[in-house]
């Protein structure tokens, strides 16, 4: 006890006097920790569980209810103040009960906290808004906007009540004083936005003039010129143009805005002015903008000279035509020749060759065969709908490609849509959703199932969305996003309890292809409805199908982002003690927690052992260096999907552009200094129109580290037709050893023939992104055969074990020659 004294004395904790300890001997009765722990066990406080639900009927049982769940919300608040959240709670509890005082009181009380969290103010001006306090609402905004004037939720909220009141110069005053914060332009249109509602152009142009002034950049001057371009001045567009480039001091160097100068001048049939500005843009913009800024400028000469010229769409007709000839199967040849026929002949001539080229039928029922052909009609038919503007004929071609498709074997979805589609614009809508029911009856596919309630969503048939998601769900229920869809739909209508339900099936299914997304989407819209309760049983339910580390983690976290900090804590800890006697995988998962967990604490966390755990070895897993090594020196594969950006030409039809799959893969188990190291590489078309112009560029092995030993690192393919694909090989030598980072390989390509622009695709990274080289000297040091070592050692215990031998030998000849003449003697 003198000693703890003493302890207390030296902390120097408030409170305690500085008394000097005159009798230093030690207490006659000493405290042990078994008595520490049992006291406490004896004062251990019992937490009772809550109440069940109770019917309220009395006035005094009301006061009653009312005095204890407000001494549970005050209590709440007493413990976490910092958790908004409990706040908003009370609040509204108390605007239920028609206690708008109160309520405004716990507001009030909250803001004193959190006057940073614009969250609090939306809803206390909400709360004022439906008790029809307007005024009072517009008082708190403008204490909210004084307080966090950079907050731009308050000042559209700001502005939505004082236009929603009427008060239209008083939203003006109040985008007046949020431009004097200078906010970005999102703001700044949105006061464009504004004036222009009420027809206030020149309000509205000089608040053009005072963004470009605020925010410089070519951005803003071009929404600018198209403001003036949308309202008819065409002559004030064209000196904004000027103007910037005026400031520029003669030397403007960038391409999107000369491009769009240029193309304003376009559309305003001054194709010389435009040819005149792409010419200087050509001058100054940098080589990677100026391909594109030179095909503009082709395009553009074009037109000045005419369309075409005939005597070069003539010989593109007759070397197209000849190939159609020579194989009537080749649908590229027959795209090519049909689009330079569209420019030059008249449309009989047109007609005719499409039905040639329709003629040519795959002879194999195979989809892949079929993917060309099939956009044959499609062409087909836009340009009777389009140029020819014949109904019935498009009707014809869209029945006629139907009957030809063995819908049996396969479908495609695409024209059954485009059927329907076109039969809605002929203001047939019963006849498109007949086409479409019989679609789902003959050949259901889930592309036919999300287009068809695209449709319906669009003519806000929520009823029909409702039944088709129940059809489609029937006919594919392991499609995860269907249910998410089917579920975000109901959230949309305002149908919590049906949204819950969708989830409830959705997760009760036995098969889902994604079920992680399911799971997290369900999770996702009762966090967004502020359903704690609901979160922690749909994440206890998740962690009976799975353990999986991850879903720990994020449970832990949730329960930290609500202010749950002990609870979170358990949860790392039952997920630690469910890891303990796991695999090596285990481990690795058990020690991510722990880390979690000491990164929630701040302080580094230690597990007692269990007896029977002490001879096992540490509880927390080590890292094995060995397997971490091999795990670096692997081999690792980069896949990347390089899709095209929806640029799928002029028609406008997607899925037609050219999609490759890129892989780059080391083949070496071991990357060792000084030996050769072979890279595949392998593309692979996945689209549906040739992929052309293609440049692979590798820079993860640079001249200085590593030395090119065959292949190259830059390859250009002219061509790689739809399914096919192409493979090649570069092997390298690393000039050093240590850690070197291999990042990914680019690919540029040409999407389609009528892509506009290169599509740019990447390999995704690996994990880890560094690749060890092992010294030369190590990796034979451990993996070679060691012949001259053996041979040293060898050679060293020849003399111990070879003149022992000759000794032993040497005596048993001796005694086995003496013995043989022994025997001999006796004998005779």
């Known amino acids: 006890m003198a000693n703890l004294l003493c302890s207390v004395e030296k902390s120097g904790f408030p409170g305690v006097a500085n008394v000097k300890t005159k009798n230093k001997a030690p207490a006659c009765i000493q405290i042990t920790a078994e008595q520490l722990i049992l006291e406490a066990c004896d004062k251990k406080v019992t937490i009772d569980a809550p109440a069940c639900g109770r019917k309220v009927n009395e006035p005094e049982e009301v006061y009653s209810y009312t005095c204890s769940s407000r001494k549970q919300f005050e209590n709440k608040l007493r413990r976490n103040p910092g958790q908004f959240f409990c706040w908003l709670s009370y609040a509204t509890w108390e605007e239920k009960l028609g206690n708008l005082q109160r309520a405004r009181s716990v507001f009030e009380r909250a803001l004193d906290i959190h006057y940073r969290t614009s969250r609090i103010w939306l809803a206390y001006v909400d709360m004022e808004i439906r008790n029809g306090q307007g005024n009072h609402a517009r008082n708190l905004l403008d204490r909210a906007v004084t307080i966090l004037p950079r907050g731009n939720e308050l000042w559209i909220k700001y502005v939505r009540v004082e236009e929603l009141v009427g008060n239209i110069t008083g939203a003006r005053q109040v985008f007046e004083r949020w431009m004097q914060w200078e906010p970005n332009e999102d703001c700044w249109l949105k006061y464009v936005d504004f004036e222009l509602r009420y027809n206030e152009l020149e309000r509205a142009r000089s608040i053009y003039e005072r963004l470009v002034k605020t925010h410089l950049g070519p951005k803003n001057w071009i929404l600018f010129a198209k403001f003036e371009e949308h309202h008819g001045f065409i002559s004030r567009a064209r000196e904004i143009f000027e103007r910037v480039v005026d400031d520029c001091g003669g030397e403007c160097n960038d391409a999107y805005l000369l491009l769009a100068f240029a193309l304003f001048e376009e559309r305003h049939d001054e194709s010389e ?87 040519s039928i795959p002879p194999q029922n195979d989809k892949s065969c079929w993917r060309r052909y099939i956009y044959l009609w499609i062409n087909y038919a836009v340009f009777e709908e389009l140029i020819v503007e014949n109904e019935d004929h498009t009707r014809d071609i869209y029945k006629r490609c139907l009957c030809h498709i063995p819908h049996k074997i396969f479908t495609f979805a695409k024209i059954w849509l485009l059927f329907a589609q076109f039969e809605i614009r002929q203001k047939n809508l019963p006849a498109g959703r007949k086409l479409l029911d019989k679609a789902i009856e003959l050949c259901p596919k889930d592309k036919l199932f999300r287009g068809y309630i695209e449709l319906e969503l669009q003519l806000r048939e929520f009823d029909r969305c409702r039944i088709l998601y129940e059809r489609f769900l029937e006919f594919n229920p392991a499609n995860a996003l269907s249910w998410v ?89 039952e997920g630690i003690a469910h890891f303990r006697n796991a695999d090596e995988e285990g481990a690795e998962a058990r020690l991510v927690l722990v880390q979690a967990l000491e990164d929630l604490c701040g302080v580094k966390v230690s597990f007692a052992l269990s007896d029977s755990e002490q001879d096992d070895g540490p509880a927390l897993p080590r890292k094995n260096p060995g397997k971490m090594l091999k795990l670096a020196l692997s081999s ?53 129109s040739p992929a052309t112009d293609i440049r692979v560029q590798d820079a993860s092995f640079p001249q200085e580290d590593f030395e090119l030993m065959a292949g ?117």
């Open 273 to 359: 002015r435009a040819s005149t500005i792409l010419q200087y843009a050509l001058k100054h913009v940098s080589k990677e903008e100026r391909q594109i800024v030179h095909q503009k400028y082709i395009l553009i000469q074009k037109k000045q000279k005419g369309i075409v010229d005939d005597d070069i769409c003539r010989k593109e007709l007759l070397k197209w035509q000849f190939e159609t000839n020579l194989n009537p199967l080749n649908y590229d040849a027959w795209f090519m020749y049909l689009g330079v026929l569209e420019k030059v002949d008249d449309v009989d001539v047109i007609c005719a060759s499409y039905e040639k080229a329709i003629k």
């Open 485 to 573: 869809k089917f579920a975000e739909l109901e959230v949309l209508l305002g149908e919590m309890e049906r949204a819950r339900k969708v989830f409830e099936l959705g997760l009760g299914q036995r098969r889902l292809d994604m079920p992680e997304v399911l799971w997290k989407a369900c999770i996702d819209m009762e966090k967004q409805n502020g359903e704690l309760d609901l979160v922690r049983k749909l994440y206890r339910q998740l962690l009976q199908k799975t353990q999986h580390v991850k879903v720990w983690v994020s449970f832990a976290q949730f329960e930290n982002s609500v202010g749950e900090t002990q609870k979170a804590r358990r949860i790392y800890e």
């Open 636 to 688: 690792f594969l980069l896949v990347f999907v390089c899709l095209s950006p929806g640029t799928v030409g002029e028609e406008g039809e997607e899925g037609t552009a050219a999609r490759l799959l890129f892989a780059k893969q080391i083949h070496n188990r071991y990357l060792v200094e000084g030996k050769d190291i072979l890279v595949q590489y392998g593309l692979y078309n996945h689209g549906e």
């Open 712 to 828: 190259s690192l830059a390859v250009k393919i002219d061509r790689i037709p739809p399914g096919g694909n192409l493979t090649f090989d570069v092997v390298v030598r690393p000039k050093s050893y240590g850690y070197f980072n291999f990042s990914s390989a680019q690919v540029v390509y040409m999407s389609s023939a009528k892509a506009s622009e290169n599509t740019v695709g990447f390999s995704s990274l690996p994990v880890p992104t560094q690749g060890f080289i092992l010294p030369l000297a190590e990796y034979e040091k451990r993996f070679s055969s060691h012949f001259f070592d053996w041979m040293a050692f060898l050679v060293l215990c020849t003399p111990s074990l070879g003149i022992p031998f000759l000794l032993w030998w040497t005596s048993a000849s001796k005694y086995e020659t003496i013995a043989r003449q022994g025997r001999k003697g006796k004998t005779e």
